[in-house]
T-cell receptor
């Protein structure tokens, strides 16, 4: 089946630094990818929709200047958490829309900001 | 505001018995519902879905029931197997089709443990 690769799987960083998370569709082209995050004991929440070759669309309450999304190719979307703070510590996961509208998820990235 | 709720954080079932996972939603605009299964250190994988025009969809051991009037759906697994032990998420979408399909609202998940 379709595979979405996400890395790193976990990252620890100091407050104020930036962290980049990559999401790749390995065996299909994805014009649209989605970024979710999940805080402890909460559900996955959609952050933004990443569109190849155009600007991402962000959900209400998500700061576009803090969470930079780049979808420069049909197989790669990146999420950069800029100037990370402890409250950004969360589980981030991407998904890509494959054929028939099915979604395929990456394995997620656990971000811990000290 | 939690639009999709899975009120049972965990469920424990004996192998061979039926597992029933429940999900409630509040947004009447939702018209497509999905169940995902997630193993540790892996991303969620699609399990089964149902459109709001149906009240039941079956795929092998997995059946999803939708009660629109109650805004409730459930996933039945029968017979349950130890390999079914995972976290199960229900998710909902409004205006299914196209890229709106990816704008899913998830429940918090239910940890299913199937004992041998």
């Amino acid at each position: 089946g379709a595979v979405v690769s996400q890395h790193p799987s976990w990252v620890i960083c100091k407050s104020g630094t930036s962290v980049k998370i990559e999401c790749r569709s390995l065996d299909f082209q994805a014009t649209t990818m989605f970024w979710y995050r999940q805080f402890p004991k909460q559900s996955l929440m959609l952050m933004a929709t990443s569109n190849e070759g155009s600007k991402a669309t962000y959900e209400q309450g998500v700061e576009k200047d803090k969470f930079l999304i780049n979808h420069a190719s049909l197989t790669l979307s990146t999420l950069t958490v800029t100037s990370a703070h402890p409250e950004d510590s969360s589980f981030y996961i991407c998904s890509a829309a494959g054929g028939g509208g099915k979604l395929f998820f990456g394995s997620g990235t656990q971000l811990s900001v000290l | 505001d939690q639009q999709v709720k899975q009120n049972s954080p965990s469920l424990s079932v004996q192998e061979g018995r039926i597992s029933i996972l429940n999900c409630d939603y509040t947004n009447s605009m939702f018209d497509y519902f999905l169940w995902y299964k997630k193993y540790p250190a892996e991303g969620p994988t699609f399990l089964i879905s149902i459109s709001s025009i149906k009240d039941k969809n079956e795929d092998g051991r997995f059946t999803v029931f939708l009660n629109k009037s109650a805004k409730h759906l459930s996933l039945h697994i029968v017979p349950s197997q130890p390999g079914d032990s995972a976290v199960y998420f229900c998710a909902a979408s409004a205006g299914a089709g196209g890229t709106s399909y990816g704008k899913l609202t998830f429940g918090q998940g239910t940890i299913l443990t199937v004992h041998p």
